[in-house]
């Protein structure tokens, strides 16, 4: 159910995940998936609890990336960076490498450093022509940097690379570019909305109108009926 909640509803997933807890707190499993319900809900301190606990139960440094995070989470850049010059680091796959980068590269921003975060997320993947599970990410971030660091031009770039690598949408980098191209979109159901409620006003005054002219007609037809009475009453 944490599974199955956590992108949609990020608060029911942790409320699953307490219970899970409650049950089995000795299960590792039970232990991360905790870890990433308190994350998605951005309460970073819990998280990095059950994430160390479930390091511990399974020796496995593939969270390692997430923990990092959750540092900065804490307003700790500085620890975070600690961590992506660890050992540990070493032991991840390419996934968790490239997240490692993400995440060195936030601290650097998060301190100011943005030239530093541009230099971070320079690596061969990013370059790489190939599309991998996290190449768009990647590229995002790149752009979105370059384009704090005011450097409009390469951003748009790089934008537009993230845009062919996210076969899924999992960035808004279209809507980036768009906006760096003065862009504005236009909800076309809120203009129908818009054009059926005014057709709507405009049944309403007319046939207001209808029913006010029929008022005066029987009231003229009403007027003519009794003086026809009276007259031949006379």
């Given amino acids: 159910m944490v599974a199955r909640l956590i992108d949609e509803d990020p608060e029911g997933a942790y409320a699953y995940s307490k219970i899970a807890l ?15 319900a308190a ?8 998280a990095l609890a059950e994430f160390r606990a479930a390091r511990r139960m399974t020796g496995g440094v593939e969270l390692w990336p997430v923990m990092a995070d959750c540092e900065r989470g804490l307003g700790r850049p500085e620890k ?11 032991k991840l796959d390419k996934a968790g ?25 320079q690596s061969p993947e990013l370059a790489a022509g190939s ?24 951003a748009r770039e790089w934008f537009a690379k ?8 999992s960035t808004d980098a279209s809507d980036r570019l768009a906006e760096l191209d003065g862009v504005d979109f236009v ?26 002219n029929a008022t005066e007609t029987e009231a003229v037809e009403d007027s003519a009926e009794r003086g026809v009475v009276d007259r031949d009453e006379d």
């Fill in 97 to 121: 490498q490239v997240e490692m980068r993400l995440v060195a590269a936030g601290a650097r921003r998060d301190m100011g450093q943005l030239d530093a975060a541009i230099v971070t997320l």
């Fill in 131 to 154: 599309v991998q599970p996290w190449t768009a990410r990647l590229r995002y971030a790149y752009a979105d940097a370059l384009l704090a660091a005011g450097r409009e031009g390469e």
């Fill in 187 to 212: 909800d076309a159901l809120d203009e129908n909305e818009n054009d059926i409620e005014g057709e709507s006003e405009g049944e309403s005054e007319s046939g207001g109108a209808v029913v006010e």
């Fill in 162 to 169: 993230a845009i062919e690598a996210d076969r899924d949408g």
């Fill in 22 to 36: 409650r049950l089995a707190s000795r299960v590792a499993a039970v232990r991360e998936a905790g870890g990433f």
């Fill in 39 to 46: 994350y998605a809900t951005q309460r970073y301190s819990e």
């Fill in 80 to 90: 975070a960076l600690d961590m992506a010059g660890a050992p540990e680091v070493n």
